[in-house]
């Protein structure tokens, strides 16, 4: 059976946080409402809808801001994006052991494409519009044995496929909060990845 190791995108591969704050300043100045690009950049992890919701962006105007900060997203956050420290190197480990590269992310499907596109990556198998423990039907249907994300919602994900649950603290999360949720190992970023996936990772 082949070696699966799934991966979240945003905090965990990537950082788009410098274009996720430009492109929410140019969502708020364009539709008058009171968006904090800053506050949204720092707690990156859940759906966009659900992060509009708990800053309290109207009901009726949620899927119009969704739909519309989606649109922008290829031309103000894909250029300005860059791989988190590791991340690379982490995923060639997991090739360079026979395995397969699996991403499962909340991000809008397109968008998390046109990321791996752009950093020009090699990846096996991309899952876009899945968060917390609703990632796990993803994980369990390409056999991901190990997932690695940067939010508590990753750790519920991972234990709900049944994978080994690896928490990295470059994101929101710290190392008592990914543990509480879940989290087998606790790496300080990818950059520990290649070191303890060569030596301990399942197989």
């Excluded at 796990?136 to 990753?154: C, F, P």
Aim: charge should be negative; charged fraction near 20%.
């Amino acid at each position: 059976m082949t070696l699966t190791v799934g991966f979240d995108l945003d905090m965990t591969l990537i950082d788009a946080r410098a274009g996720v704050v430009t492109a929410i300043t140019a969502l708020a100045e364009e539709t008058g409402l009171p968006l904090d690009g800053e506050y949204i950049a720092a707690n990156m992890g859940p759906p966009l809808r659900d992060m509009f919701v708990s800053i309290g962006i109207p009901e009726d105007r949620l899927d119009a801001s969704v739909a519309r900060f989606r649109a922008t997203y290829p031309q103000i956050v894909i250029p300005t994006t860059v791989p988190m420290p590791g991340a690379e190197a982490a995923l060639k480990a997991v090739r360079a052991a026979g395995g397969q590269t699996l991403i499962v992310t909340a991000k809008y499907q397109r968008n998390a494409e046109l990321h791996i596109e752009a950093l020009g990556w090699e990846v096996d198998h991309l899952i876009g519009d899945l968060w917390s423990a609703g990632k796990a039907d993803a994980l369990k249907t390409h056999g991901a044995s190990v997932y690695v994300g940067d939010h508590i919602g990753d750790m519920k994900g991972a234990a709900a496929a049944g994978a080994l649950a690896v928490g990295v603290t470059t994101g929101p999360c710290d190392a008592a909060m990914l543990t509480e949720a879940g989290a087998d190992v606790v790496l300080s970023s990818l950059l520990d990845f290649p070191a303890w996936f060569n030596d301990a990772a399942p197989r």
